[in-house]
């Protein structure tokens, strides 16, 4: 009973959709709960040919955020169900 519970709290967990933004929302990267990237969104005012680094941080600001809340969540759900257990890694 418990396995059955885990395996689909797992699958509702990767269907999920999680969010990261970069600073002033310029960057938006899209997630879900498998750490796939679903998609980038880039405000035009984001780009500026001269400093391609500062695009390139906001993207990477955006996708480790919306990554966190991807694995927050995992911790956060599967924990309930290893709480008290001694499994290593968990």
Do not use: C, H
Not at 7 to 13: D, K, P, R, V, W
Not at 35 to 59: F, M, N, T, Y
Not at 61 to 67: K, V
């Amino acid at each position: 009973k418990l396995q059955k519970q885990m395996a689909q709290a797992q699958e509702e967990l990767n269907q999920t959709e999680y969010v990261g933004s970069s600073q002033s929302d310029l960057v938006q990267v899209t997630v879900n709960g498998k750490r796939q990237v679903l998609s980038v969104s880039i405000k035009p005012e984001a780009v500026d040919g001269e400093d391609v680094e500062l695009l390139q941080d906001l993207v990477l600001m955006a996708t480790n955020r919306a990554l966190e809340q991807a694995e927050k969540a995992n911790e956060q759900t599967m924990g309930q169900f290893t709480r008290g257990l001694n499994i290593p890694g968990f």
